[in-house]
Protein backbone atom coordinates (compact mmCIF):
# COMPACT_ATOMS: atom_id res chain seq x y z
CA UNK A 1 0.00 0.00 0.00
CA UNK A 2 1.30 3.81 -0.72
CA UNK A 3 2.11 5.69 1.90
CA UNK A 4 -0.32 8.21 0.97
CA UNK A 5 -2.78 5.57 1.33
CA UNK A 6 -1.86 4.40 4.35
CA UNK A 7 -2.35 7.80 5.91
CA UNK A 8 -5.81 8.18 4.60
CA UNK A 9 -6.73 4.78 5.76
CA UNK A 10 -5.58 5.39 9.16
CA UNK A 11 -7.60 9.05 8.93
CA UNK A 12 -10.22 6.81 7.69
CA UNK A 13 -10.07 4.29 10.92
CA UNK A 14 -9.97 7.39 13.33
CA UNK A 15 -13.42 8.49 11.64
CA UNK A 16 -14.92 5.43 12.39
CA UNK A 17 -13.30 5.62 16.27
CA UNK A 18 -14.70 8.57 16.56
CA UNK A 19 -17.98 7.96 15.52
CA UNK A 20 -18.14 4.97 17.95
CA UNK A 21 -16.88 6.99 20.84
CA UNK A 22 -19.60 9.24 20.68
CA UNK A 23 -22.19 6.57 21.29
CA UNK A 24 -20.03 4.51 24.20
CA UNK A 25 -20.04 4.50 28.01
CA UNK A 26 -17.33 7.33 27.87
CA UNK A 27 -20.91 9.59 27.49
CA UNK A 28 -22.01 8.58 31.00
CA UNK A 29 -18.90 8.85 32.87
CA UNK A 30 -18.62 12.55 34.46
CA UNK A 31 -14.98 13.12 36.33
CA UNK A 32 -14.13 14.78 39.19
CA UNK A 33 -13.30 17.15 40.59
CA UNK A 34 -16.51 19.61 40.40
CA UNK A 35 -17.87 17.59 37.21
CA UNK A 36 -15.38 19.31 34.93
CA UNK A 37 -15.47 17.20 32.38
CA UNK A 38 -16.76 13.73 30.75
CA UNK A 39 -14.34 10.86 29.97
CA UNK A 40 -15.49 11.46 26.42
CA UNK A 41 -14.40 14.89 25.88
CA UNK A 42 -10.89 13.99 27.48
CA UNK A 43 -10.40 11.23 25.38
CA UNK A 44 -11.41 12.90 22.13
CA UNK A 45 -9.15 16.11 23.11
CA UNK A 46 -6.34 14.44 24.17
CA UNK A 47 -5.98 11.33 22.31
CA UNK A 48 -8.64 11.36 18.63
CA UNK A 49 -8.16 14.78 18.02
CA UNK A 50 -4.44 14.78 18.47
CA UNK A 51 -4.67 11.86 15.73
CA UNK A 52 -6.32 14.33 13.44
CA UNK A 53 -3.76 17.00 13.78
CA UNK A 54 -0.27 13.97 13.43
CA UNK A 55 -1.76 12.72 10.30
CA UNK A 56 -1.55 15.80 8.25
CA UNK A 57 1.49 16.42 9.88
CA UNK A 58 2.27 12.73 8.04
CA UNK A 59 0.43 13.63 4.94
CA UNK A 60 2.47 16.74 4.67
CA UNK A 61 5.54 14.63 4.84
CA UNK A 62 4.55 12.21 1.81
CA UNK A 63 2.97 15.28 -0.22
CA UNK A 64 5.73 17.39 0.02
CA UNK A 65 8.45 14.30 -0.69
CA UNK A 66 9.97 14.41 2.38
CA UNK A 67 9.54 18.24 2.98
CA UNK A 68 11.41 18.86 -0.03
CA UNK A 69 9.05 21.45 -1.64
CA UNK A 70 9.07 23.39 2.28
CA UNK A 71 12.26 24.59 0.68
CA UNK A 72 11.29 27.04 -1.59
CA UNK A 73 9.68 30.44 -0.86
CA UNK A 74 6.13 29.50 -2.02
CA UNK A 75 6.34 26.05 -0.29
CA UNK A 76 7.81 28.61 3.13
CA UNK A 77 4.28 30.14 2.58
CA UNK A 78 2.14 27.26 2.26
CA UNK A 79 4.01 25.41 5.16
CA UNK A 80 2.96 28.65 7.31
CA UNK A 81 -0.70 28.57 6.41
CA UNK A 82 -0.56 24.51 7.01
CA UNK A 83 0.75 25.25 10.58
CA UNK A 84 -1.84 28.11 11.16
CA UNK A 85 -4.46 25.43 9.81
CA UNK A 86 -3.92 22.56 12.27
CA UNK A 87 -3.35 25.13 15.33
CA UNK A 88 -7.34 26.85 14.34
CA UNK A 89 -8.69 23.00 13.65
CA UNK A 90 -7.66 21.91 17.33
CA UNK A 91 -8.42 24.83 18.84
CA UNK A 92 -11.87 24.88 17.37
CA UNK A 93 -12.16 21.28 18.09
CA UNK A 94 -11.21 21.97 22.02
CA UNK A 95 -13.37 24.99 22.11
CA UNK A 96 -16.00 22.94 20.80
CA UNK A 97 -15.74 19.74 23.24
CA UNK A 98 -15.47 22.19 25.84
CA UNK A 99 -18.44 24.09 25.44
CA UNK A 100 -20.64 21.50 24.42
CA UNK A 101 -20.42 19.62 27.40
CA UNK A 102 -20.65 22.62 29.93
CA UNK A 103 -23.83 23.55 27.59
CA UNK A 104 -25.47 20.47 27.01
CA UNK A 105 -24.80 19.51 30.92
CA UNK A 106 -25.89 22.89 32.51
CA UNK A 107 -28.44 24.39 29.93
CA UNK A 108 -31.96 23.78 28.39
CA UNK A 109 -30.65 23.13 25.47
CA UNK A 110 -33.96 24.25 23.69
CA UNK A 111 -35.43 27.30 25.64
CA UNK A 112 -32.41 29.21 27.24
CA UNK A 113 -32.37 32.71 27.75
CA UNK A 114 -29.28 33.31 30.31
CA UNK A 115 -26.03 35.10 29.24
CA UNK A 116 -23.68 31.85 30.39
CA UNK A 117 -26.30 29.43 28.24
CA UNK A 118 -25.68 31.98 25.45
CA UNK A 119 -21.84 32.18 25.46
CA UNK A 120 -21.82 28.57 26.39
CA UNK A 121 -24.05 28.04 23.07
CA UNK A 122 -22.43 30.46 20.64
CA UNK A 123 -18.75 29.29 21.52
CA UNK A 124 -20.42 25.17 21.04
CA UNK A 125 -22.51 26.13 17.53
CA UNK A 126 -20.33 28.47 16.18
CA UNK A 127 -17.20 30.10 17.79
CA UNK A 128 -15.67 26.75 17.89
CA UNK A 129 -16.67 25.31 14.73
CA UNK A 130 -15.92 28.12 12.56
CA UNK A 131 -11.98 28.00 13.98
CA UNK A 132 -12.55 24.23 13.35
CA UNK A 133 -13.29 24.40 9.69
CA UNK A 134 -11.52 27.34 8.78
CA UNK A 135 -8.20 25.50 9.92
CA UNK A 136 -9.37 22.15 7.97
CA UNK A 137 -9.82 24.17 5.04
CA UNK A 138 -6.53 25.96 5.49
CA UNK A 139 -4.94 22.64 6.05
CA UNK A 140 -6.35 21.00 3.03
CA UNK A 141 -5.79 24.08 0.87
CA UNK A 142 -1.80 23.62 1.80
CA UNK A 143 -1.72 19.88 0.74
CA UNK A 144 -3.87 20.53 -2.69
CA UNK A 145 -1.32 22.95 -3.65
CA UNK A 146 1.83 21.34 -2.33
CA UNK A 147 0.55 18.01 -4.37
CA UNK A 148 0.37 20.22 -7.61
CA UNK A 149 3.83 21.51 -7.13
CA UNK A 150 5.38 18.11 -7.39
CA UNK A 151 3.06 15.79 -8.12
CA UNK A 152 2.74 11.91 -7.35
CA UNK A 153 3.49 10.61 -10.57
CA UNK A 154 4.09 6.83 -8.96
CA UNK A 155 0.03 6.79 -8.12
CA UNK A 156 -1.47 4.15 -10.11
CA UNK A 157 -5.34 3.48 -10.68
CA UNK A 158 -5.29 0.37 -8.41
CA UNK A 159 -3.96 2.54 -5.89
CA UNK A 160 -6.29 5.05 -6.45
CA UNK A 161 -8.96 2.39 -5.82
CA UNK A 162 -7.76 2.57 -1.97
CA UNK A 163 -8.06 6.23 -1.86
CA UNK A 164 -11.38 6.14 -3.85
CA UNK A 165 -12.55 3.88 -0.71
CA UNK A 166 -11.13 6.23 1.73
CA UNK A 167 -13.15 8.97 0.44
CA UNK A 168 -16.16 7.50 1.05
CA UNK A 169 -15.83 7.58 4.68
CA UNK A 170 -14.11 11.08 4.94
CA UNK A 171 -17.68 11.95 3.03
CA UNK A 172 -19.65 10.02 6.14
CA UNK A 173 -17.99 12.56 8.46
CA UNK A 174 -19.03 15.83 6.35
CA UNK A 175 -22.31 14.13 5.74
CA UNK A 176 -22.89 13.73 9.25
CA UNK A 177 -21.71 17.33 10.52
CA UNK A 178 -23.32 19.36 7.59
CA UNK A 179 -26.58 17.24 7.01
CA UNK A 180 -27.54 16.97 10.83
CA UNK A 181 -25.72 19.87 12.98
CA UNK A 182 -28.69 22.59 14.74
CA UNK A 183 -26.94 25.30 12.84
CA UNK A 184 -25.43 25.67 8.91
CA UNK A 185 -22.06 26.04 9.73
CA UNK A 186 -21.03 22.87 8.97
CA UNK A 187 -22.79 22.95 5.64
CA UNK A 188 -21.89 26.92 4.19
CA UNK A 189 -18.06 25.34 5.16
CA UNK A 190 -18.70 21.85 2.96
CA UNK A 191 -20.13 24.00 -0.05
CA UNK A 192 -17.44 26.27 0.10
CA UNK A 193 -14.49 23.61 0.17
CA UNK A 194 -16.23 21.77 -2.75
CA UNK A 195 -16.34 25.12 -4.88
CA UNK A 196 -12.57 25.75 -3.47
CA UNK A 197 -11.48 21.97 -4.77
CA UNK A 198 -13.31 22.00 -7.75
CA UNK A 199 -11.46 25.24 -8.74
CA UNK A 200 -7.85 23.18 -8.50
CA UNK A 201 -8.88 19.84 -9.72
CA UNK A 202 -10.75 21.84 -13.06
CA UNK A 203 -7.47 24.33 -13.56
CA UNK A 204 -5.57 21.05 -13.50
CA UNK A 205 -3.82 20.27 -16.93
CA UNK A 206 -2.10 16.82 -16.46
CA UNK A 207 -3.31 13.28 -15.45
CA UNK A 208 -5.36 13.17 -12.34
CA UNK A 209 -4.00 10.21 -11.15
CA UNK A 210 -1.28 12.94 -10.63
CA UNK A 211 -3.07 14.81 -7.62
CA UNK A 212 -4.69 11.72 -5.63
CA UNK A 213 -4.83 13.78 -2.55
CA UNK A 214 -7.23 16.22 -4.12
CA UNK A 215 -9.21 13.52 -5.84
CA UNK A 216 -9.22 11.95 -2.39
CA UNK A 217 -11.04 15.71 -1.15
CA UNK A 218 -13.41 16.37 -3.99
CA UNK A 219 -14.92 12.87 -4.17
CA UNK A 220 -15.52 13.52 -0.55
CA UNK A 221 -16.99 16.96 -0.41
CA UNK A 222 -18.99 16.43 -3.24
CA UNK A 223 -21.09 13.15 -2.11
CA UNK A 224 -20.72 14.73 1.49
CA UNK A 225 -21.89 17.95 0.47
CA UNK A 226 -24.53 17.06 -1.89
CA UNK A 227 -26.02 14.17 0.39
CA UNK A 228 -26.25 17.00 2.83
CA UNK A 229 -27.79 19.33 0.92
CA UNK A 230 -30.78 16.65 -0.12
CA UNK A 231 -31.28 16.04 3.47
CA UNK A 232 -31.74 19.28 4.78
CA UNK A 233 -33.36 21.03 1.43
CA UNK A 234 -35.49 18.26 -0.87
CA UNK A 235 -36.49 15.60 1.59
Not at 22 to 30: A, C, E, Y
Amino acid sequence: MKTLNLLLTLSSLNVILITIERFSFTTKIILQPYSFLRLHEVFQITVLILITIVIPFFLLKEITHNFETLKTKKGLALGLAFVVGVYLYGTGNGVHELASYLFNTFCPIKNFSSLPCQSMYFNDYYFGNILYFVGAFLTNISLIVFERIKPNINFSKKDMVVTSINSLVLAFAIFAYSAFDRVLVGLVYSVFTMIAVYFFLFTWKKKYIYIPFTLYIAIAYTIGTLASIVVRFVR
